[in-house]
């Protein structure tokens, strides 16, 4: 496609479901990373693909994170069990290097626990 | 611990006013210092910089970096209502199996007709 697409675009979950957030990068790139970014917070980086490949989960703040890019391609993060700490808007940028530089970032999910 | 701070935190202006943002940094293995763009969700790349002293300029915005004080500006000239968003700040630094954009929490910026 013609730029990185998330979905869904928004998500209300109950406290304790599990949610699957879709990114499709664009077609042909290396690079996949996820950020978590807070209300009024910077962008925080929770792990890299290269390719099929998770080369860095450092950023996961529990093990109720979990992300996946099975064929190099669409990456899915799911959060298993969310609480009210993990609402938040969801990024994922691609890069057709194996460097953030010019990363390009999608829209986002909005995850909203109550 | 690596930080990227921003100031202002917001700042609200009227069409045509000259702004200056601010980023301040301490980042171990610094790579280079990237400036996005926030409307609504999706930041967009603005600028990139490596060195010291060379003005990275794209119409009417224009960056420069300052490797020695830590720390780099954006300007704003003759703002547009369309100037409104977020500007984000990040690091990159080397580690690990790739380099990790380190953030700062972004100057909120309100251009007025």
């Known amino acids: 496609g013609a730029g990185v697409s998330q979905s869904p675009r928004y998500k209300v979950a109950k406290r304790g479901q599990d949610v699957a957030l879709r990114c499709d990068p664009i077609?042909?790139?290396?690079?996949l990373f996820w950020y978590q970014q807070a209300l009024g917070q910077g962008p925080e980086f929770l792990t890299y693909?290269?390719?099929?490949?998770?080369?860095?989960k450092s950023g996961l703040p529990s093990d109720r994170f979990f992300a996946e890019r099975p064929e190099g391609s669409v990456s899915t993060l799911k959060i298993q069990r969310t609480q009210q700490e993990d609402s938040a808007v969801y990024l994922c940028?691609?890069?057709?290097?194996?460097?953030?530089?010019?990363?390009?970032f999608g829209q986002g999910t909005r995850l909203t626990v109550v | 611990e690596d930080k990227v701070v921003q100031s202002p935190l917001s700042l609200v202006v009227h069409e045509g006013d000259t702004v200056t943002l601010n980023c301040s940094y301490e980042?171990?293995?610094?790579?280079?210092l990237l400036w996005y763009k926030q409307e609504k969700k999706a930041p967009t790349f603005l600028f990139m910089l490596?060195?010291?002293?060379i003005e990275k300029k794209s119409g009417r915005l224009s960056s420069i970096l300052d490797k020695k004080e830590l720390f780099s500006i954006l300007n704003i000239t003759a703002t547009q209502t369309g100037d409104s968003a977020v500007y984000l700040c990040?690091?990159?630094?080397?580690?690990?199996?790739?380099?990790?954009?380190?953030f700062g929490t972004g100057t909120l910026l309100a251009v007025q007709p």
């Open positions: 940028a691609s890069s057709p290097w194996t460097a953030n530089t010019e990363a390009f």
């Open positions: 077609s042909g790139h290396v690079s």
């Open positions: 693909f290269q390719n099929e490949a998770q080369l860095d």
């Open positions: 980042v171990t293995n610094f790579r280079s």
């Open positions: 490596t060195s010291s002293g």
């Open positions: 990040a690091v990159e630094a080397y580690g690990g199996a790739t380099n990790k954009l380190i």
